[in-house]
């Protein structure tokens, strides 16, 4: 499952989102979560989302199930999106019972009108 997004670059712009993206108000709506995975949504007034997922390597159909619906909420493959940070942690997460690593990303949109 990790192969899909080993090859997902981060933005070159990411350093600058994410600085500009820190310094405004933000809030979290509720997280998706499964044994496997999390999914939560941060926004910044004025300036966009950004979305950080985190899977586990024990990913299964749930989690497959929760990244079918978070690129259709994003309307194109996660590949494609702006991604911002991305680390592949090569220990067990500590919530997903099974895990033996996890990979969390970081999805920008900017704010639509």
């Known amino acids: 499952m ?3 997004f ?3 670059k981060v933005h070159v712009r990411a350093a600058e ?3 500009a993206f820190a310094q405004c108000e933000q809030w979290s709506g509720q997280p998706a979560e499964t044994s496997a995975s999390g999914i939560v949504t941060a ?3 004025g300036y966009g989302e950004i ?3 985190t899977l586990g390597s024990n990913v299964g159909a749930d989690e497959r199930q929760q990244l079918a619906l978070l ?3 994003l309307g194109r493959p996660l590949q ?3 991604i911002v940070y991305k680390d592949i942690c090569e220990w067990p997460h500590p919530r997903m019972k099974g895990s033996t690593s996890f990979i969390q990303f970081g999805i920008f949109q900017e704010e639509r009108a």
Do not use: S, Y
Request: overall charge negative; some cysteine; hydrophobic content about 45%.
């Open 6 to 8: 080993e090859g997902v």
């Open 71 to 73: 690129t259709e909420r």
């Open 17 to 19: 989102i994410v600085a």
């Open 51 to 53: 979305t950080t997922v």
């Open 43 to 45: 926004t910044a007034v």
């Open 2 to 4: 990790f192969d899909t």
């Open 80 to 82: 494609d999106c702006v």
